[in-house]
């Protein structure tokens, strides 16, 4: 959502407060309720970000306490052109986190414990990135004045309620008792619903922002992903105490159960898990393609960003093959939006989602410009579940595990198409200038890991009865091109 509709919400949280405070207390009450409304966001200005601190037991860190917090904050403030917020920790076992503050210059960053030991080094970036895209935007100052106006409006409604509503200067009633009486109980919903659609709209904001200053959009998706687990499974006492806190939040950290998902703070988590990938495989002459047909893909809804690399060992002898070969792959990031065009003839062209399930790896500082490409389907009809659970949790798990030099994140996918083959998608990014040397490496690091090849364990690790191989390849990156106005 855009700035203007954020005000236009704003003005009408303002406005509910003012026809609620004239309702139920006439003209004293209209002056009573700006006089509030003024009040409050004045303390809520100054005030607020201690007050949220405070109530969270946020304890500040340094590079000393937190070092790799410490430095991640750093390095991404650096990037974003910010100053150095200050960085608190919260002693809580969920992973979650959040930002707050009046401006930039006077900004904290608040991350559980929880959030250093569960998602990856890379995802723990992801998080922050987007909190510091609330802190560059000054969300933590719209979201705070909703919040105190819907709070402010409740108590003006109760206040109302039970002073009986306003009167004119006869002493006659402005309106209807049934209706004041609707209104000290409708309007504090009414002003959470606007509240809770500025929350919403800023989080989808800052996933986008947060992706932009990581440079990494997996990255979030990734530990969204890993955070929606953790906040169903790991309660928050600390939001639990002071569910007015639970709006700042990346991921919404009260319980589940009763009307939780429609008073929500928070976007659904599946709605903010994007994006896709969109993959082209051609013979077709790499400057020809780059000039004629990955101008018209880019310019498809959905598409943000292509890349296009160049096939390293074609025709490789040493893994079966269910897909024809081909010279050029063009990889186009995509969102919910996005449907795959007619490719011609020379184009072999897979849509693929990435599923919530994390990518795995760790922050190398390096960019990508390699990759292994994995196309993987299962042998039965019914064997799905089988095989995406075995490549997630043993395959690629003990990949990350031995920590193969070269490869910086792995991330699944899985077809966007029901029914169409290869299934799933395993996208392997290296950052260095030789991924054949690095995929080659993978097999010797993770059988030395399990003490040998002849091991339940190794032969559990290289293959299950429902993997089929579809496609297994490395490239070498040759150029990139964003969509100017994605």
Same mark, same amino acid.
């Given at each position: 959502m855009n700035y203007f509709r954020t005000a236009l919400l704003l003005a009408a949280l303002t406005g509910f407060f003012l026809v609620v405070g004239y309702l139920l207390g006439?003209?004293?009450?209209?002056?009573?309720?700006l006089v509030v409304a003024l009040g409050m966001n004045l303390f809520a200005y100054w005030n607020s970000d201690k007050m949220v601190l405070r109530m969270?037991?946020?304890?500040?860190?340094?590079?000393?306490?937190?070092?790799?917090? =410490?430095?991640? +904050?750093?390095?991404?403030?650096?990037?974003?052109?910010?100053p150095m917020p200050r960085v608190y920790l919260i002693d809580e076992e969920q992973p979650n986190a959040f930002a707050t503050g009046r401006d930039p210059e006077h900004a904290a960053v608040a991350a559980t414990t929880g959030l250093l030991r569960h998602p990856?080094?890379?995802?723990? $970036?992801?998080?922050?990135?987007?909190?510091l895209s609330h802190v560059r935007h000054r969300d933590t100052l719209t979201m705070t004045i909703a919040a105190t106006l819907s709070g402010a409006i409740g108590m003006l409604a109760t206040f109302g309620g039970l002073m009986g509503g306003g009167r004119d200067e006869n002493g006659r009633p402005l309106v209807n008792p049934v209706v004041a009486i609707a209104a000290m109980f409708l309007a504090?919903? *009414?002003?959470?619903?606007?509240?809770?659609?500025i929350s919403r709209s800023r989080e989808y904001e800052a996933d986008r922002m947060g992706a932009e200053i990581s440079?990494?959009?997996?990255?979030? *998706?990734?530990a969204l992903a890993k955070l929606h687990a953790g906040t169903q499974q790991i309660p928050n006492q600390?939001?639990?105490?002071?569910? *007015? $806190?639970a709006h700042l939040y990346i991921a919404n950290p009260l319980s589940a159960g009763g009307l939780r998902g429609l008073f929500s703070t928070h976007p659904p988590m599946e709605d903010r898990i994007t994006p896709g990938? =969109?993959?082209?495989? $051609?013979?077709?002459?790499?400057?020809? =393609? +780059?000039?004629?047909?990955?101008?018209?893909v880019l310019d498809r809804d959905g598409v943000t960003r292509a890349t296009w690399w160049r096939n390293v060992f074609r025709d490789r002898p040493d893994l079966p093959r269910r897909l024809p070969e081909f010279d050029h792959l063009a990889v186009y990031e995509v969102d919910d939006r996005f449907r795959a065009p007619d490719a011609p003839g020379d +184009?072999?062209?897979?849509?693929f989602r990435h599923y919530p399930r994390p990518g795995q790896g760790r922050l190398t500082g390096r960019p990508t410009i390699g990759l292994s490409l994995v196309l993987i389907s299962p042998v039965s009809d019914n064997g799905a579940q089988t095989l995406r659970d075995w490549a997630d949790f043993v395959h690629i798990r003990h990949i990350a595990e031995v920590s193969v030099p070269g490869y910086s994140m792995i991330t699944p996918y899985e077809n966007a198409t029901v029914g169409a083959t290869p299934r799933f998608m395993h996208f392997y990014e290296i950052d260095q200038d030789d991924p054949e040397a690095v995929f080659k490496s993978m097999t010797p690091l993770v059988t030395k890991l399990f003490g040998g090849g002849d091991t339940a364990e190794w032969k559990d690790w290289a293959n299950t009865p429902e993997l089929r191989i579809d496609y297994v390849n490395t490239f070498r990156l040759l150029g990139s091109r964003d969509r100017v106005d994605a």
């Open positions: 006439g003209q004293s009450g209209l002056i009573l309720a969270s037991n946020a304890q500040e860190v340094g590079p000393n306490q937190a070092p790799e917090l =410490y430095s991640i +904050v750093q390095g991404l403030a650096q990037r974003a052109g910010l990856s080094r890379e995802e723990i $970036t992801g998080v922050m990135a987007h909190e504090p919903l *009414a002003a959470s619903l606007v509240q809770m659609a440079g990494q959009p997996l990255w979030l *998706a990734s600390v939001a639990e105490s002071h569910p *007015a $806190t990938l =969109y993959l082209e495989m $051609t013979d077709r002459d790499v400057d020809q =393609y +780059v000039e004629a047909r990955l101008p018209e +184009v072999n062209g897979h849509h």
